[in-house]
């Protein structure tokens, strides 16, 4: 199991790098033809400059799974983020959920790894 998380913890760290280093350094075009709630969205957010919040924390999680070091804070961290990544595509765009769906898998798995690390947040005093 140890040998599955360090694994699963690089892969979606170095998933989440890319990710935030191709946004930084405008890497990737965006597509010529998207769906008007993509395009809606992309608006809505470039508004208040949401998007660059949450590619510095896909960034600092990313830096923090890929060393392996506070893999239990980067994994409640990023959850948020991973789970609007699949309910946008689920919504906007359902031809391109498939990262959003093994992100969301590998934030899981962590999840349920470190779930130990998360006993105490749950404990009646």
Do not use: W
């Not at 790098?17 to 470039?46: C, D, H, Q, R």
């Not at 609007?84 to 790894?113: E, K, R, S, T």
């Amino acid at each position: 199991m140890k040998i599955a998380m360090i694994i699963v913890r690089t892969l979606m760290g170095l998933f989440l790098l890319f990710a935030s280093v191709s946004y930084f350094f405008n890497l990737m075009k965006a597509p010529a033809v998207m769906p008007e709630e993509v395009i809606t969205y992309n608006k809505g957010i470039a508004v208040a400059h949401i998007l660059t919040i949450v590619k510095s924390i896909e960034l600092l999680c990313g830096l923090l799974l890929v060393i392996g070091r506070f893999a239990t804070l980067a994994t409640i961290l990023i959850f948020p983020i991973t789970v609007n990544i699949v309910l946008f595509h689920a919504y906007a765009d359902p031809a391109n959920i498939g990262g959003g769906i093994v992100l969301l898998v590998f934030n899981l798995f962590m999840a349920y790894y470190y779930r130990k690390n998360y006993a105490p947040l749950f404990s009646f005093k």
